[in-house]
């Protein structure tokens, strides 16, 4: 049994999907009794795997655990869940069809540590592979290999930190992480439908936007790094956050020598830059106002006049990139709007970035004005988030805000979480690539069914239950018999309806215009091969029918024969989880995850192969 201090294994995502919010707390109740009743524990890993390769329904709940305990409880709330309740943790949703659209947000310096997303580098090959690959571009462009500086040794940790303050470290850094946090999650299906970036990071958004390749991405930040390092200032000097609109700390900065809005980061922070003894003398004056503000931690005064002298050299790394028209759209925080066709009109973006304020707001609601609702922070932490969500107070409805990592390792919490939120929110993600690689699938109670009871015959006239006059519903014999007597269309009518026996129930979809016919005749002719070789008895022997509603290709009708309870024989088919087979106690496996449970051998194994899906029948 799962007892409440039960051992914790890593951090795994948790799926569960229903037709209907009542059937979905019912199962989860069903897998909480299921894994409490284990005399052997299973494998988180296993549970999520199992789960995650189950097929897609309209109503979702996704949580993460990290022990069989904190599992049982996560599912002991999803009943108050559907109910309405909200309940820290667990991300319940009824997605529509059109998944909402995607921002990706691509932060600028700040978060840079050593051990950034090192717990995604050793869960994820993919993120892996590609944060290595991005190092090795740019060895010649740095000291030592950038892996040294994110994952440093034990005994280097300090002065890797030190490193990654410097920003030709750094924006390389950055840049690296975003890119491969970007492409992990476009692996599994999450692409972005419009891209931006608060300084350095409007390079990786452009990169994401198809104007240039993540490899030159990284190189080219890596040569502004250095080109920033090594310009000869007496001073580099400073930025200060102001919590005070943009006009306000304009006004304030009237007359104070080269001194400027460096960054809007939302209505009411806007960020100073310039030298740094007048910076100071800024901050103190707010203060005495009153108003909060105080110096940032970095190396130079970005987007200010000092670094006019980065233009020049950056031009000439500019002009060797091949740079191309954005394939989806790219906003820019340096000129309104998103970025044009026109390559010289980008690069042009490019060359003025460093000495150019950063309008996040204006970039926020650009992107919002494209259709942008959900927000995907790439970086750790969520400072960008809430910038967004002072930017579209307003917004109806709210944006959903996202973000892939923690500012410290959390064993891949956060970014499970946030495939949790992009679940439920309808983006479809290939939850069984997040799974562990070493899990497999395991034997859990299958998933939920709309089901309803039909008559396999009607009574004969003087029987019990007889009536005179048309039955008030179809049997399931007459269902069967004339969806094969009809065309084709009307085949693909009676499988797609539901429910079966009921094609007017309010708020049910009729059949779908221009869906295949074939398929489903194929199904019909093998339930009513079943049918016809099972050996039914009687009228008033009863039967269940499942519809399913999936556009992909899989079985519309799931059928399953309930013979009276003295014989003591049962036949149930029921969507299942994968399973190897390798236990002659195990369900039969068969095609898409589909299997029938054979009790007191009701049904011969020839029968069931003539089930399968793709088998014509004649």
């Known amino acids: 049994s799962v007892g409440t201090k039960a051992p914790r ?110 717990d995604l580098y050793e869960r994820f090959p993919a993120f892996r592979e590609r944060v290595n690959g991005l190092s090795a571009r740019l060895e010649e462009h740095l000291p030592r290999p950038l892996i040294e500086y994110l994952y440093p040794r034990p005994d280097e940790r300090a002065a890797a930190d030190s490193a990654l303050r410097e920003t030709q470290i750094c924006q390389p850094a950055m840049a690296a992480i975003e890119l491969a946090l970007a492409d992990l999650v476009r692996g599994w299906g999450i692409r972005p439908d419009v891209s931006l970036g608060h300084s350095l990071g409007e390079f ?23 080109i920033m390092h090594d310009l000869e200032l007496f001073d580099r000097g400073a930025m200060a956050a102001v919590a005070a609109p943009r006009a306000v700390v304009a006004e304030a900065v009237q007359g104070v020598s080269d001194v400027v809005i460096a960054n809007v980061n939302h209505p009411n922070q806007t960020v100073l830059s310039g030298p740094t003894s007048a910076v100071e003398q800024v901050v103190r004056n707010f203060e005495a106002q009153g108003v909060r503000a105080s110096r940032l931690n970095v190396s130079h005064a970005f987007h200010s006049p000092l670094m006019q002298g980065v233009s020049s050299s950056f031009t000439r790394d500019i002009d060797a990139l091949a740079l191309s028209a954005p394939t989806t759209p790219v906003v820019s925080c340096i000129v309104p709007g998103a970025y044009p066709r026109e390559v010289e009109e980008i690069k042009d973006i490019f060359v003025k970035h460093a000495t150019s304020p950063v309008d996040f707001v204006a970039g926020v609601t650009a992107a919002h004005a494209l259709g942008a609702r959900v927000f995907v922070q790439l970086g750790a932490g969520s400072v960008l988030l809430s910038m967004i969500r002072s930017t579209l107070r307003g917004a109806d409805p709210q944006p959903v805000l996202i973000s892939l990592a923690d500012a410290q390792p959390d064993e891949g919490r956060t970014f499970l979480r946030a495939l949790a939120e992009l679940d439920v929110v309808g983006m479809g993600a290939d939850l069984l690539a997040a799974a562990s690689p070493s899990a497999r699938n395991c034997w859990l109670p299958p998933s939920p069914l709309l089901t309803r009871r039909l008559s396999i015959e009607s009574p004969a006239p003087g029987e019990v239950g007889a009536q005179a006059g048309p039955p008030a519903q179809p049997t399931l014999g007459s269902l069967l018999e004339s969806a094969v007597r009809s065309s084709k269309d009307t085949v693909m009518t009676q499988a797609k309806n539901s429910p079966v026996d009921d094609a007017s129930r309010p708020g049910e979809a009729g059949p779908r215009a221009g869906a295949p016919a074939a398929r489903s005749t194929r199904l019909v002719l093998g339930a009513l091969g079943f049918f016809a070789l099972a050996p039914l008895a009687h009228a008033q022997e009863t039967t269940e029918i499942a519809s399913s509603f999936e556009d992909d290709d899989s079985f519309d009708l799931f059928v399953g024969v309930d013979f009276s309870t003295e014989s003591r024989r049962s036949l149930i088919m029921r969507e299942w989880n994968r399973t190897s087979g390798t236990n002659p106690d195990d369900p039969l496996p068969v095609v898409k995850d589909l299997v029938f449970q054979q009790t007191r051998h009701v049904l011969t194994p020839h029968l069931a192969l003539g089930l399968y899906k793709g088998v014509q029948f004649s």
């Open 9 to 118: 294994e890593a951090p795994e995502l948790f799926v569960l999907r229903a037709s209907t919010r009542e059937l979905l707390a019912s199962y989860a109740r069903e897998l909480a009794a299921h894994l409490r009743s284990l005399d052997e524990p299973l494998l988180l890993e296993d549970i999520a795997h199992t789960l995650a390769s189950r097929r897609r329904d309209r109503v979702h709940v996704a949580f993460v655990a990290s022990s069989l305990g904190e599992l049982v409880d996560r599912l002991a709330a999803v009943d108050r869940v559907t109910q309405g309740e909200s309940v820290p943790e667990i991300f319940f949703g009824e997605p529509e069809d059109v998944p909402p659209k995607v921002a990706f947000v691509c932060p600028g310096q700040g978060a840079q540590t050593p051990d950034l997303c090192k």
């Open 204 to 226: 990786v958004a452009a990169s994401l936007g198809g104007v240039l390749s993540g490899e030159d991405a990284v190189t080219l930040v890596a040569r502004r790094g250095r």
